[in-house]
């Protein structure tokens, strides 16, 4: 299984669960993951502001089911010859191959967003957005430092947008000053819809 995401880690459990179910004596079928980290990010959880329950240790999942976990970065993949091979040079063959990298995010070329925005599609992206709220706090107290703005209305711009009023509150609890955020709705067309929706 190449990736560690929700795919490749229920490919992986899955599979051990099956061999498990046809009474397949242990060691007859190896199992291994090959992903660039040794955790598992819940990702749908990112938004949340208690990050600690949502990255796990993959051993904490895999060992117990008997399957083996490489860290490496994929590199190639010859299908002909049934290998795949790693960052560090190391090959693993295989019967089998569940592709599983998953997706990463990708930022449009809008002026500003790279060096300004942040995102919650990662657990070190969403604990940068933590510490930059921290920091918020901490500077003038602006009308500008506390407002948000989220962009998106899919399933994390939603959860984003609806965590943000609680968390301004907490850090700017007895200041002079009402936090606020702004939620944006981009839509796909031949001329961009913007819905705002503001919040106290």
């Known amino acids: 299984m190449i990736g560690s995401g929700f795919a490749g880690l229920w490919a992986a459990l899955g599979a051990a669960r099956?061999?498990?179910?046809?009474?397949v004596a242990p060691g007859t079928v190896d199992i291994t993951v090959l992903s660039d980290k040794p955790f598992h990010d819940i990702r749908v959880r990112n938004y949340e502001a208690d990050?600690?329950?949502c990255r796990i240790p993959l051993a904490d999942v895999l060992d117990p089911a008997g399957v083996a976990h490489v860290?490496?970065?994929?590199?190639?993949i010859d299908a002909g010859a049934r290998k795949v091979t790693s960052s560090s040079?190391?090959?693993y063959r295989y019967d089998r191959l569940v592709l599983a990298a998953g997706s990463r995010l990708v930022k449009p070329d809008v002026p500003g967003l790279r060096e300004f925005g942040f995102d919650v599609d990662t657990y070190d992206?969403?604990?940068?957005l933590q510490h930059h709220l921290n920091k918020l706090a901490d500077g003038p107290v602006t009308a500008a430092a506390a407002t948000v703005v989220v962009v998106g209305a899919g399933l994390t711009g939603i959860e984003t947008a609806c965590e943000m009023p609680s968390r301004l509150r907490a850090l700017f609890v007895g200041r002079s000053v009402t936090p606020r955020w702004c939620w944006l709705t981009i839509t796909r067309s031949s001329a961009p819809i913007w819905a705002a929706q503001r919040g106290r």
């Open 18 to 23: 099956r061999l498990d179910q046809l009474a």
């Open 51 to 53: 990050l600690s329950a």
């Open 71 to 76: 860290t490496a970065n994929v590199t190639g």
């Open 89 to 91: 040079g190391q090959t």
């Open 125 to 128: 992206g969403a604990i940068r």
